[in-house]
């Protein structure tokens, strides 16, 4: 199916599957043609601010709040997610990158979004949500949209302190769902089990999976990931058939043994994305669920998902026999996307040996909004290729394994951190001169080390929580008189694990 737009996807769905659930969380859903008629009223509002300009939506991770984001896109702009529990400091230097020219909010988040500093129009949901059709000139703005038009900003951890706002148009999204209906038998039956926050571009998947295939997305409740076996029940109960989640997700069902109470029998897309998946978690999966698809999709946020492994049955039968081991590769690229893998003096490697990964093509974003040198850094050459900072090496058949990181970014609980950006909001506190932060990765655990005024650990808390989200919260304090220095005077990373 060749598409041109998102609205495009939503108005096919919309006309063949008018009463089914497009959207739905546990306490409402929204049919197709709510759905076109919500996404229709608020693009008609949010058209009257402008095109192609950024619109906030500052919502809690509801059916709606996903509506919004089509409202904003059909309306001819482009959205950024703002996590509603975010610190109020971290949100305000967001908007101050993004100047939004309006922010969406619900009437229950109201008050706090007109705390956030922001001197734009505000408007609420539920109000912009019943806002008469604009009609042909709606149409108009819609039909105008094309692959080359951004559709949404993320923004993630940027090492200076100031997050990175990653611009990603609609054609990086299509080009993928087009790949997804090449390599997948989805259909207008799935459910999509939406685990990652909205504001995370693993959710990307499931809303504009669902839309393209006149499907289901399910947000499941996030506070269900904490007590697995009711997830499991409501998997069953909404009848999820297919997810994307990050391992982190899949590895709490594993170490609590949740199949033995139950396993979502309709399950038959188990997709993973985001960081490794550990063999004993995929072992497990594939022993409690073996008649599913495995699929392992690979991508920063800046190329989306670049690259994937789907793994074959005869693989799956020789895993389960414990004939093949180790960790799954991250495969080849997808459609119409290029991987190249250089070593330090940018010259290709050869199969086996460890370089850094550079990818090209389709799956590309725009770049990092309004930030036009990181950019240039970012996206260098032409063609364009997107340095990842991932440390990988082809393997004889021909596909990509990841090895690791080339840089101080890690993943937490399935979050990307720079851990320049914990030391930043960590030197700007009073009493600290110096810090580093080091993460443990056995026990998976932020250590903040810092030097200056000892201070109490819920002193620290209480100061960074104003700053950091609270998956970037260091779990441990660790004072020092005065910070380990290599001969060129740097901080010493190493002699500092090693004191630790
Ligand atoms: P994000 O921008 O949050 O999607 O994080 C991107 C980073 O997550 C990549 O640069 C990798 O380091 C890591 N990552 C993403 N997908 C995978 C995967 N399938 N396997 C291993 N690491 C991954």
Redesign the pocket.
């Known amino acids: 199916m060749a598409v041109e737009s998102v609205i495009a996807c939503l108005k096919a769905s919309a006309q063949n599957f008018p009463e089914k659930t497009a959207f739905a969380d546990k306490d409402r859903a929204l049919t197709y043609e709510e759905l076109l008629r919500t996404a229709r009223s608020i693009g008609s509002v949010v058209s009257s601010y402008g095109l192609r300009c950024p619109v906030a939506v500052f919502m809690d991770k509801t059916a709606e709040a996903a509506a919004a984001f089509l409202g904003v896109v059909y309306g001819g702009c482009f959205y950024c997610p703002l996590d509603s529990r975010m610190p109020v400091q971290r949100l305000m230097t967001i908007l101050s990158v993004l100047r939004p020219v309006l922010m969406i909010t619900s009437r229950e988040l109201e008050g706090r979004a007109r705390e956030l500093g922001y001197s734009g129009p505000i408007r609420c949901f539920e109000e912009i949500s019943q806002a008469p059709d604009k009609g042909k000139e709606l149409d108009a703005i819609a039909d105008g949209i094309d692959r080359e038009d951004p559709l949404y900003v993320l923004f993630?951890s940027g090492s200076t302190g100031v997050p990175k706002g990653v611009l990603v148009s609609e054609g990086v999204v299509l080009n993928y769902l087009e790949w997804l209906e090449e390599s997948f038998s989805f259909t207008h039956r799935d459910v999509f089990g939406n685990q990652a926050p909205l504001y995370?571009?693993?959710s990307v998947h499931d809303i504009y999976g669902a839309l393209y295939f006149g499907a289901r997305m399910e947000i499941l409740p996030p506070s269900y990931f904490s007590f697995p076996v009711k997830l499991v029940d409501y998997m069953q109960e909404r009848g999820v058939t297919a997810f994307l989640w990050v391992p982190s997700a899949m590895g709490i069902m594993a170490n609590l043994d949740v199949f033995s109470f139950g396993v979502p029998e309709k399950l038959r897309y188990v997709m993973?994305?985001?960081?490794?998946?550990p063999e004993k978690v995929l072992d497990y999966w594939l022993e409690h669920v073996p008649g599913a698809v495995y699929a392992?999709?690979?991508?920063?946020?800046?190329t989306f998902v670049c690259t994937a492994y789907v793994m074959g049955e005869e693989e799956k039968e020789a895993r389960l026999r414990k004939e093949i081991t180790g960790l799954l590769p991250?495969g080849r690229p997808i459609k119409d996307s290029q991987a190249i893998v250089l070593d330090e003096h940018l010259l290709p490697v050869k199969e086996g040996e460890a370089g850094e990964l550079y990818m090209g093509g389709s799956c590309l974003a725009l770049g990092y909004y309004r930030d036009e040198q990181r950019t240039a850094e970012s996206f260098a050459g032409s063609p364009r290729l997107y340095r990842?900072?991932?440390m990988v090496r082809w393997n004889e058949k021909g596909e990509l394994c990841?090895l690791s990181?080339r840089d101080d970014?890690i993943?937490h609980m399935g979050?990307?951190i720079e851990l320049g950006e914990i030391e930043a909001a960590a030197l700007g506190m009073e009493g600290i001169s110096a810090c580093a932060c080091i993460y443990d990765e056995k026990k998976k655990r932020l250590i903040l080390c810092y030097a200056g005024r000892e201070q109490e650990k819920k002193e620290l808390e209480k100061a960074l929580a104003d700053k950091l989200p609270a998956y970037m919260m260091p779990g441990h304090f660790c004072y020092f008189p005065v910070l380990p220095q290599n001969a060129n005077g740097k901080l010493d990373r190493k002699e500092l694990r090693r004191m630790l």
């Open positions: 993630t995370f571009d693993v993973f994305a985001g960081e490794v998946l392992n999709l690979y991508g920063p946020t800046e991250i990842t900072g991932d990841y990181r970014q993943k979050y990307r």
